[in-house]
């Protein structure tokens, strides 16, 4: 009996042993490996340096997200214009009228007119601006620096010898006076006026206050009218701050018989209306040269 009761010992024995799998015999060992073990002083650094990059990749990948998706990265800022003068000063001046008059012309052919700088300070021939009072007949200096085109025809006494005065080429003659100004004042520093000189023209007087009616058939009297347009930069300020094309649209001037529908022809006619003067250069006491600007009639 009491040998009985050794076998089933063995044999309990025998089955704990079979239920020790692989798997429960490497779990014990590993325990018994790690057991004590401290962990290494440089696990958290790893840690930190792992979630460090790990943010800094998320916040690339955001900024890159929002760059693309900005309107900004799709369009870049437009140039004030396509060209810009090399120079500065009367250099740069000289630059703007080569660059501006050639595009404008009278006919296929033939430049509507050549414009040249005229310096202000040159030695010798120094010229003051005055501007008339048309109550009292006093003038006054313009204040601030001043350029000056001369815009000549290729005519005798610098008259447009191509095609009849109309009000069509006075307003393109206009409206290139105003792309000279504005040029000028964006990209040539310290300019405060603008005074552009055109050819010599011919008004016809249509209308005169008499006592009575003029004849039938009677012609009307011409006179020659010479005019300069004015601009102070800041009156051109708004135009300054938007590219060029939005206010003259064109990539070459209209030619005269385009000018009346040209998109920018009642802007051109109502800037360049109120900055119309009549010239006339006279010598004053001392010697030196006046360019006296009389306000002039609506044209």
């Given at each position: 009996?009491?040998?009985g009761?050794?076998?089933?010992?063995?044999?309990v024995?025998?089955?704990?042993?079979a239920a020790e799998?692989?798997?429960?015999?490497?779990?014990?060992l590993?325990?018994?490996?790690y057991?004590?073990r401290e962990?290494?002083?440089h696990?958290h650094?790893?840690?930190?340096a792992?979630?460090?990059?790990?943010?800094?990749?998320?916040?690339?990948?955001?900024i890159s997200l929002s760059?693309?998706?900005?309107?900004?990265?799709?369009?870049?800022?437009a140039?004030w214009?396509?060209?810009s003068?090399?120079?500065?000063g009367v250099?740069?001046?000289?630059?703007?009228?080569n660059?501006i008059s050639?595009?404008y012309?009278?006919?296929?052919a033939?430049q509507?007119?050549?414009?040249t700088?005229?310096?202000?300070?040159?030695?010798?021939?120094t010229?003051?601006?005055?501007?008339?009072d048309?109550?009292s007949g006093?003038?006054?200096a313009i204040?601030?620096?001043?350029?000056?085109?001369?815009?000549?025809?290729?005519g005798?006494?610098?008259s447009?010898?191509?095609?009849?005065?109309s009000?069509?080429r006075?307003?393109l003659?206009?409206?290139e006076?105003?792309?000279?100004?504005?040029?000028?004042?964006?990209?040539?520093?310290?300019v405060?006026?603008?005074?552009?000189?055109l050819?010599?023209?011919?008004?016809?007087?249509t209308?005169?206050?008499?006592?009575?009616p003029?004849?039938?058939?009677?012609?009307a009297?011409s006179?020659t009218?010479?005019?300069?347009?004015?601009?102070?930069k800041?009156?051109l300020?708004h135009?300054?701050?938007?590219?060029l094309?939005?206010t003259l649209?064109?990539?070459?001037?209209?030619?005269?018989?385009?000018?009346?529908?040209?998109?920018?022809?009642?802007?051109v006619?109502?800037i360049?209306?109120?900055a119309l003067?009549?010239?006339?250069?006279?010598?004053?006491?001392?010697g030196s040269s006046?360019?006296v600007?009389?306000?002039?009639?609506?044209?």
């Open positions: 009996m009491a040998e009761v050794n076998d089933s010992k063995h044999l024995s025998a089955v704990d042993d799998t692989p798997l429960h015999r490497a779990a014990a590993s325990r018994g490996r057991a004590g962990p290494s002083p696990s650094k790893f840690l930190v792992t979630v460090t990059l790990f943010v800094i990749a998320i916040a690339a990948i955001a760059v693309l998706l900005s309107p900004s990265s799709h369009t870049t800022q140039a214009s396509a060209w003068p090399p120079d500065s250099a740069g001046e000289r630059d703007i009228a660059e050639p595009l012309r009278a006919s296929p033939s509507l007119v050549v414009v700088v005229h310096n202000l300070s040159d030695s010798g021939t010229t003051e601006l005055a501007l008339r048309p109550t006093s003038l006054s204040s601030g620096t001043s350029a000056v085109y001369t815009m000549c025809g290729l005798p006494s610098c447009i010898s191509t095609g009849a005065p009000q069509a006075l307003l003659l206009r409206r006076a105003l792309e000279l100004a504005l040029y000028t004042f964006k990209y040539i520093g310290g405060d006026n603008v005074v552009a000189i050819p010599p023209g011919t008004s016809q007087q209308s005169q206050l008499t006592s009575t003029p004849a039938p058939g009677k012609t009297k006179v009218v010479d005019l300069a347009v004015v601009f102070q800041q009156g300020q135009f300054l701050s938007q590219p094309r939005d649209p064109e990539q070459l001037p209209p030619t005269v018989s385009e000018m009346a529908s040209a998109p920018e022809a009642e802007l006619s109502v360049t209306g109120q003067f009549t010239q006339q250069l006279i010598q004053d006491q001392d006046v360019l600007l009389n306000p002039a009639p609506p044209q």
